[in-house]
């Protein structure tokens, strides 16, 4: 989720930059409005290269987490072990 939520932050100016820059050059509104296709394009192709539901809930009960409360710098240290086994379908 979080990347979903960064990536939506950090391109949110993009299409309309494009069709400020199209509209600013004299293009035709239709041309305009229809590069906005592009990225609800894009987007809808990577939104069907997201995996299954399932599949991630099965690859989180393999990672186990350990925290100590504080580390030799005086912060928190969290420790991630991963327990990786390929998921058949």
Known sequence: M???IFAGSVLAWLPPLLFS??????ASMSIGLGSLNLFFA?????LL??????????LSQNESMTWTPINSYGSPDIQVTRNIQPILT
Not at 21 to 26: D, M, P, R, S, W
């Open 21 to 26: 820059f199209l509209n600013e050059i004299g």
């Open 49 to 58: 290269m997201i995996g299954d539901f399932d599949d991630a809930v099965a």
């Open 42 to 46: 894009g987007g809808f192709i990577l």
């Open 2 to 4: 979080g990347i979903y």
